[in-house]
């Protein structure tokens, strides 16, 4: 009898030692997503805890745009007579200033037309002191009716003639009223209508300059700005004084303070609009056509975020670290959205109160690692 009861109890302990490691070997597979760190782990490693925060986040939208000026502030300087140039000193890049002489023009027909001029004003001046008299006379009835109205026809018709004589010389620069015989010139002053840079030089000295044809082309960058280009899908995105920064390939790290000051009304085949920025400050390497890139903080956020280091990505999710027990951290998966200053949104699939967890906000590929069996570098 004592030699059976020993046997079963051998056989009993033999039960339960083969049933323990089953157990915890389910107790493992249902927790693939936890990993614990020893002390000496824990003391080496670079994993720190602390309470998620809450932060305003923006989205930043990314566009393209190019420096414009709007077209009162671009002139192209023509002449409206024609004639050579005889003496030009403005080179491309030149700053001129309003009323400023820019260039020299030379014909024969600025001779002719002040000569017509003189002529019609002398003519006009006998005309008038002939219709007063004519008028007098009729008036008396010591003239007939016939002449007093030729003269006045005369009369008007002269006047009209001296007037757009007087307009003409207008055109070319010359006043009319400085104008007599001991003045005339066989040349003309080209004078600069606004402040601003020359961009364009057209023609050169004693070629002839057509009416049609442009001289100079001017700038003014007292407007200058900046047109993106938005696509229709994120128009709803921007408002009037909303915030921009812009900059160009060639120097990245120099960045352009911009206000969306007016968005266009008008969809282009590629379904685009153009948004038009100011920039606060001008810069005179900022040049009408140079191509830019902008950013434009579109949305803010007053979401849960976590330092860039305490998110990891594996297998084409992002997880984070939740702290679960002495030691132990769950792998959790989360969805991201916007990022910037080195935090990113985040957000659970389940809910949970994040507010009293304890997440691993630097370190979290170390766990990582440890967990997938992968030797840290």
């Given at each position: 009898m004592?030699?059976q009861?020993i046997?079963?109890?051998?056989v009993f302990?033999?039960?339960?030692k083969?049933?323990t490691p089953?157990?915890?070997d389910?107790?493992?597979?249902?927790?693939?997503d936890?990993?614990?760190l020893t002390?000496?782990?824990v003391k080496?490693s670079?994993?720190?805890?602390?309470?998620?925060?809450?932060?305003?986040?923006?989205a930043?939208l990314?566009?393209?745009g190019?420096i414009?000026?709007?077209?009162?502030?671009?002139v192209?300087?023509?002449?409206?007579?024609g004639g050579?140039?005889?003496?030009?000193n403005?080179?491309?890049?030149m700053?001129?200033?309003?009323g400023?002489?820019?260039a020299?023009?030379?014909?024969?027909q600025?001779?002719?037309?002040?000569?017509?001029?003189l002529?019609?004003?002398?003519?006009?001046s006998?005309m008038d002191?002939e219709y007063s008299?004519?008028?007098?006379?009729?008036e008396?009835?010591?003239s007939?009716?016939k002449?007093?109205?030729?003269?006045q026809a005369?009369y008007?018709?002269q006047k009209?003639?001296?007037?757009?004589?007087?307009?003409?010389l207008?055109?070319?620069g010359?006043?009319?009223?400085?104008?007599?015989?001991?003045?005339i010139?066989r040349?003309?002053?080209?004078?600069?209508?606004?402040?601003g840079y020359?961009?364009?030089v057209?023609?050169?000295?004693?070629k002839y300059?057509?009416?049609?044809?442009?001289v100079?082309?001017?700038?003014?960058?007292?407007d200058?700005?900046?047109?993106?280009?938005v696509f229709e899908?994120?128009l709803?995105?921007?408002?009037i004084?909303?915030k921009?920064?812009a900059y160009?390939n060639?120097?990245?790290?120099k960045?352009?303070?911009?206000?969306?000051?007016?968005?266009?009304?008008?969809?282009s085949?590629?379904r685009a609009?153009?948004?038009?920025?100011h920039?606060?400050q001008?810069?005179?390497?900022?040049?009408?056509?140079m191509?830019?890139n902008a950013e434009?903080?579109v949305?803010?956020?007053?979401?849960?975020v976590?330092?860039?280091?305490g998110l990891?990505?594996?297998?084409?999710?992002?997880y984070?670290?939740?702290?679960?027990?002495?030691?132990?951290?769950?792998?959790?998966?989360?969805?991201?959205q916007?990022a910037?200053h080195?935090?990113?949104?985040i957000?659970?699939?389940?809910t949970?109160?994040?507010s009293?967890?304890r997440?691993?906000?630097?370190g979290?590929?170390?766990l990582?690692?440890?967990?997938?069996?992968?030797?840290e570098?």
């Amino acid at each position: 009898m004592k030699n059976q009861l020993i046997v079963v109890i051998i056989v009993f302990l033999s039960a339960c030692k083969t049933n323990t490691p089953g157990e915890n070997d389910t107790d493992k597979a249902e927790s693939p997503d936890v990993v614990q760190l020893t002390n000496a782990q824990v003391k080496n490693s670079d994993v720190q805890l602390g309470i998620l925060q809450r932060k305003d986040v923006s989205a930043i939208l990314r566009v393209t745009g190019k420096i414009d000026v709007p077209p009162q502030n671009m002139v192209s300087v023509s002449v409206p007579m024609g004639g050579y140039l005889k003496t030009t000193n403005l080179l491309e890049g030149m700053h001129v200033r309003k009323g400023e002489v820019i260039a020299t023009m030379e014909d024969q027909q600025y001779i002719q037309l002040q000569q017509d001029y003189l002529t019609a004003k002398a003519q006009y001046s006998y005309m008038d002191k002939e219709y007063s008299r004519q008028k007098d006379l009729n008036e008396s009835k010591a003239s007939s009716d016939k002449v007093f109205e030729n003269a006045q026809a005369g009369y008007t018709s002269q006047k009209v003639l001296v007037k757009s004589l007087s307009e003409k010389l207008k055109l070319i620069g010359i006043n009319a009223d400085n104008l007599n015989e001991d003045n005339i010139s066989r040349s003309i002053n080209i004078y600069s209508p606004i402040d601003g840079y020359v961009t364009s030089v057209k023609q050169n000295i004693g070629k002839y300059v057509a009416p049609t044809d442009v001289v100079f082309e001017l700038v003014s960058p007292a407007d200058i700005h900046l047109a993106l280009t938005v696509f229709e899908k994120d128009l709803d995105k921007l408002f009037i004084g909303q915030k921009v920064v812009a900059y160009n390939n060639s120097q990245p790290e120099k960045k352009y303070a911009c206000e969306v000051i007016l968005i266009g009304q008008e969809l282009s085949p590629e379904r685009a609009v153009t948004v038009h920025c100011h920039f606060e400050q001008y810069d005179k390497s900022l040049i009408p056509g140079m191509y830019m890139n902008a950013e434009v903080r579109v949305i803010t956020n007053n979401a849960f975020v976590i330092p860039n280091d305490g998110l990891v990505r594996f297998e084409g999710k992002q997880y984070v670290f939740m702290e679960t027990g002495d030691q132990k951290f769950k792998m959790r998966e989360v969805s991201t959205q916007h990022a910037e200053h080195d935090y990113t949104q985040i957000n659970f699939a389940d809910t949970m109160n994040v507010s009293r967890t304890r997440f691993v906000l630097k370190g979290a590929y170390t766990l990582l690692m440890k967990m997938k069996n992968v030797p840290e570098e």
